[in-house]
């Protein structure tokens, strides 16, 4: 765009308004971006900073429950306080390092197994009938929408010692089987509610995929599962990578999922943090496993945005 | 089709020296980052012109197009429409309209509603405004479509919708974006008689951009020629395909057979080159910028060489070759010359006599003979 | 297709998972008994019960103005950073302002809740404001959130936007913020619709983020469901499970069917919603 207005042909009513912001260097173009960032600065910046300061306090009583960073003393001085006992704890105490493993492992595992239901319900639907299509996509979408909280409480109905699933065993004169508060049901817990997040960006990929390389292909002598493993894995692989972030990132720091159905063997970093912070008030322990979160889970966001990159560039 | 004798076109301000230019484009470069799109540009229009910039992709015509518009400002250089300064003027200050590519019609409004947009935008009382926008769709011939939605016209359609939007303002300048690119063939030949006769009876300058060669010989009073972000000629249609400026020009606009030769003879009223590729002597009869021993080319028309049987008579544009390919296209047929050689050539007849029995064949040896001022010496 | 057995089977056991659970939430809401076991009977009495609750439907009401107000506070935020994001060509901050915007999405909450609280606290201690944890902190925060997924959706839509409808508006005579209202805003207008109400599904659904930034007495619905739901089977929240999948079913489908049939009235270039 060519810059600023020559003086206005015609009069409106915000013209004399507009013609001061210019002048104190305010343009709507500024605005515009000044407002979100602003807020995401104050609300999202602001609040890690806090965090990581709050990280390197100490508990104490009172309100807030945590030792000022700093103290002005009566004679004048300012001493700065930084304690870096609670990342010690990290490293030293073997509740968290096992509770950072663990929850990768989980979330890893999850997301693997999610993969493998979701990949045949994409393929399938994005191979159907247009008419069908919408309907199939419907029918994925409508459970996102509804609460998650309730549907991971109808996973702990289903699974529980006589919950559905043990009264269809037992009908079957099987004996009902432990599956709440269990690993087990934790994998179930993470797959049955990311599955969608898992199906759409595959969904979005396969659908792109032009049946001519397919029937290619096997026009030149390939048999369906050849054509599936060279053809259709690679070219989907951007809708892989895609899903796989959206189910493995946020598992890692899931909280009601093992809260509900994890026993207190399994062990995450989410319940750890939460269990620090409501039951413990140990807000700055709690701050400093926040922290170390953040590292964990970033590592894997960039390494999976630098594979997402390597596909797109390769294409 | 015959094109009518324009406003301009008889006038022909651009041959007179005096005449004030209603666009003057001076020096103007545009960078986007390190591609030169456009390349010290300068070019004068005049009030009433059909100006076509012709050019392939790449070439900076609808860069130039859009700087003119104002949705790009120069990096360097300046644009003045009508003795205003364009610099620094916003799209929507700037006394020209556009007509898109894609016709950008909002899909959310009608008829009615995307061509008194403009007009809306004015502030014109609301009756103004209902006459304009009858009297423009009566001028498109689509009075009873105001109400539709462009979704539910056809592409023909949409496009007078675009064309009668972009006149509603009664521009100073109207610019078109490949304004037929989208129209199929026979439409396209309509709709260029359309254009024409609009822009005579409103007596609008329009500027067109095109990579149509065909549409820029039939539509315009003047062509410019663009390569690689800089002009390669302005002219007449006439003047662009009769007497090209440059290989590039030549081979541009056209088809053309190209020979490489040196200079023999170089006189005031003549010049004679000695060519390998053509086989045999070129005769200028005119005097060429050139000097002896100088390496130049030759460009001569496929419908400006004849072939014959028998040797015709003279000493210079006669040489031999053989019949390879006829393609019969209808109104003509193409003939593919082998010369001896090796050079293949390109010769043009108009089928004027049906089914000629006496015609050439293919595998025919022929000699191929043409006038001596029916070329053009290029020297770049 | 080949392997015509594998697939539709694969695909069918796929939504039966998806949906086994949450049928049986529905089935059994309608249970006379209280138990998962056995059925004992059709009964309304849990609904009744629900109805009767103050404390859940004073959670449901105040997660409904939470919602709404949170999305609508989204969606002018998410709407002006799509913008910019979109139709700005660079500016200072760029990258950093994309980098913010979208990394709520995939930091996990029980981080955003902390780090939102603990910002709360300090603004307290050093302003006086916010006085306390209540509505107006869950407000702030679920706006925060939200934003980001408006900003994906509007950003996806605008990017699909035929540039020169702008372009041609401007060139008729438009300065930019007539273009937005006249041509974009009415244009996009499905997939401000579509952030909205992710956005206030978001805050209806959230949990961790407004535990911690609730204070006393502005429980939400969540935050209730989830101390019952602690404690074991609880079939009021069935049947309150079973209102929301019913509400949400009919919006989806609604939504759906004017899709399809959206796309059979046919589109002209540059217009796709």
């Known amino acids: 765009m060519t810059g600023e207005a020559l003086p206005l042909p015609h009069r409106r009513p915000w013209t004399k308004l507009e013609r001061g912001l210019l002048a104190m260097g305010l343009s709507g173009k500024a605005l515009v971006i000044f407002a979100p960032a602003l807020w995401l600065t104050v609300f999202f910046l602001v609040p890690l900073a806090v965090v990581f300061g709050i990280s390197l306090s100490i508990k104490q009583f009172g309100r807030p429950p945590y030792s000022d960073l700093l103290t002005v003393g009566e004679d004048g001085t300012v001493q700065l306080t930084l304690h870096l006992s609670n990342f010690l704890r990290l490293f030293s105490d073997n509740l968290y390092v096992s509770a950072y493993l663990n929850s990768i492992k989980v979330a890893a595992i999850s997301t693997v197994l999610a993969l493998f239901i979701a990949y045949p319900m994409a393929y399938f639907i994005a191979r159907s009938s247009d008419r069908w299509r919408n309907i199939l996509l419907m029918l994925v979408i409508l459970p996102f929408w509804t609460s998650f909280l309730l549907r991971v409480y109808a996973l702990s109905g289903f699974m529980r010692g006589n919950g559905v699933i043990n009264n269809l065993l037992g009908v079957f004169g099987i004996e009902p089987l432990v599956m709440l508060q269990t690993d087990f049901a934790v994998y179930v817990g993470i797959v049955y509610t990311y599955l969608p997040f898992m199906i759409l960006p595959l969904y979005t990929t396969l659908v792109k995929l032009d049946a001519s390389l397919l029937e290619a292909s096997a026009d030149l002598g390939a048999r369906p599962l050849r054509t599936f493993l060279t053809i259709t894995l690679p070219l989907s692989a951007p809708g892989i990578i895609a899903g796989s972030m959206l189910v493995f990132i946020p598992a890692i720091g899931e909280f009601v999922i093992p809260s509900l159905l994890g026993g207190p063997g399994t062990l995450m970093i989410g319940r750890v943090l939460w269990d620090e912070f409501f039951s413990n008030t140990n807000w700055p322990r709690a701050a400093a496993v926040a922290i170390a979160m953040l590292v964990v889970v970033v590592v894997p966001i960039m390494l999976m945005q630098r594979a997402q990159s390597a596909v797109v560039e390769r294409r | ?380 | 297709m080949r392997r015509s057995w594998f697939l539709p089977i694969a695909a069918s056991l796929g939504f039966a998972f998806l949906y086994a659970p949450i049928i049986s939430l529905v089935v059994f809401s309608f249970n006379e008994s209280r138990l998962v076991t056995v059925w004992s009977g059709f009964s309304t009495k849990w609904y009744g019960e629900l109805f009767a609750d103050p404390q859940m439907l004073g959670a449901a009401w105040l997660s409904l103005q939470v919602a709404a107000v949170s999305a609508s506070i989204a969606l002018v935020l998410g709407t002006l950073c799509a913008v910019a994001l979109t139709r700005f060509r660079r500016f200072r901050g760029r990258t950093a302002l994309a980098g913010m915007v979208s990394a709520p999405l995939v930091m996990p909450d029980v981080i955003t809740g902390l780090s939102l609280l603990l910002l709360f606290v300090t603004m307290e201690s050093l302003f006086g404001w916010p006085a306390g944890r209540g509505t107006l902190t869950i407000i702030l925060a679920h706006s925060t959130f939200a934003m980001a997924y408006v900003t994906v959706v509007v950003q996806s839509r605008l990017a699909d936007l035929d540039l020169s409808l702008e372009e041609a508006a401007m060139d008729l005579g438009a300065p930019p913020i007539r273009v937005f209202f006249d041509i974009t805003l009415p244009i996009i207008a499905p997939a401000l619709v579509s952030g909205w109400l992710l956005g206030f599904t978001l805050s209806l659904d959230d949990l961790v983020i407004a535990s911690f930034v609730s204070g006393p007495g502005s429980s939400t619905l969540p935050m209730v469901i989830f101390s019952k739901i602690r404690l074991g089977v609880s079939p009021d929240v069935n049947a309150l499970a079973t209102i929301i999948i019913g509400v949400v079913a009919l919006g989806v489908v609604a939504a759906t069917v004017l899709q399809m049939r959206g796309r059979n009235g046919g589109r002209a270039k540059g217009a796709r919603a």
């Not at chain 2, 498109?140 to 675009?162: E, F, I, N, W």
């Not at chain 2, 028309?301 to 544009?317: C, M, Q, S, V, Y």
Request: hydrophobic share 40%; net charge negative.
């Open chain 2, 1 to 380: 089709m015959a094109k009518k004798p324009q406003i301009a076109a008889e006038t022909r301000p651009w041959r007179d020296p005096s005449a004030k230019p209603f666009v003057k484009i001076r020096d103007v470069t545009k960078k986007f980052g390190d591609v030169q799109a456009v390349n010290h540009v300068s070019l004068d229009i005049y009030k009433g012109e059909l100006f076509c910039l012709l050019g392939g992709s790449g070439s900076g015509k609808s860069t130039l197009l859009r700087m003119l518009a104002g949705f790009e400002a120069p990096t360097a250089g300046t644009i003045e429409i009508d003795g205003q300064d364009m610099t620094g003027v916003a799209p929507y200050n700037r006394p020209v309209n556009m007509m898109f590519q894609s016709y950008a019609l909002f899909p959310h409004m009608s008829v009615k509603q995307n061509i008194a947009y403009g007009l809306k935008r004015d502030h014109l009382p609301k009756a103004e405004i209902g006459d304009r926008v009858a009297e423009l769709l009566s001028l498109v011939k689509l009075q009873d479509y105001g109400k539709r939605r462009p979704h539910q016209l056809s592409g023909g359609q949409r496009q007078r919708v675009a064309l009668a939007r972009a006149l509603a303002k009664r521009p100073k300048l109207l610019l078109l974006d490949e304004p037929l690119g989208a129209l199929d063939k026979k439409l396209r030949e309509e709709t260029q008689f359309e254009l024409v006769k609009i822009q005579e009876t409103l007596g609008v300058t329009f500027i067109v951009v095109t990579h149509d060669q065909e549409e820029a010989m039939s539509l315009a009073t003047r062509i410019g020629v663009m390569n690689q972000g800089e002009i390669a000629m302005i002219g007449e249609p006439t003047e662009v395909y009769e007497f090209p400026n440059s290989r590039f020009v030549a081979g541009f606009i056209g088809s053309v057979n190209m020979f490489e030769g040196v200079v023999t003879e170089d006189e005031a009223d003549h010049v004679r080159i000695r060519s390998a590729e053509a086989g045999c002597d070129i005769f200028v009869d005119h005097g060429v910028d050139c000097a002896p021993d100088q390496v130049l080319w030759y460009a001569i028309r496929p419908e400006k060489i004849t072939l014959h049987r028998e040797r015709p008579e003279g000493d210079a544009n006669i040489t031999r070759g053989m019949v390879e390919d006829i393609a019969y296209l209808g109104d003509m047929s193409v003939f593919q010359i082998m010369l001896g050689s090796g050079k293949r050539i390109r010769v043009t007849k108009a089928n004027s006599l049906r089914g000629d029995p006496d015609g050439i064949k293919w595998d025919e040896e022929v000699y191929v003979q043409w006038n001596g001022g029916s070329g053009s010496v290029l020297t770049v």
